[in-house]
């Protein structure tokens, strides 16, 4: 079965996704950490690679930049092919201070500046946050490897050149750590 998306069949794809933004990170990803990795995706060139590590099935596969494009890829990856994490790996930029390169942020919630939740015509704006138990699991694996991290809300924004250069200044008061342009279609 596949989808306008995927060229996949059920079970071509784990039950947990890596999501970088770049196909070719997801290729280097899988060719690099995954045991017999075996390409199951290259619609659009986004490359999508099943295999083990340590003896979990993993894929990962690239999620394209912005909202529109890993929600597309999160919707069929959830509602056709029976995947049941999608863990988004990346890059940001950070708003605080006391972050350094390379820090990992990890994000317990996202805001926005999009209209992407508009779709759901609720009476308000939705906050949507992370899957504790995931959240759990990074911080936990932070510590074990003594990493530096920080968690908190993140910005995911549609906006990668702003015309007002100084309204990321706006989030960081807000204690925003962030920005990036995926996570809050994801956490939808």
Known sequence: MST???RGNIGDFAKTVLMPGDPLRAKFIAET???NP???N???NMLAYTGTYKGKEVTVM???MGMPSIGIYSYELFKFYGVEQIIRIGSCGAFQENMN???IIICQGSSTDSNFAAQYQLPGIYSPLAS???LEKAVASAKKHHANYHVGNILSSDIFYRADGDSW???KDMGVLGVEMESYALYC
């Open 33 to 35: 950490f995954l045991e």
């Open 101 to 103: 390169l390379f820090d």
């Open 4 to 6: 306008p998306h995927n």
């Open 169 to 171: 200044k706006k989030w």
């Open 38 to 40: 075996r390409l199951v």
């Open 62 to 64: 690239g999620s394209g």
């Open 42 to 44: 290259t619609v659009r």
């Open 132 to 134: 504790y138990d995931l």
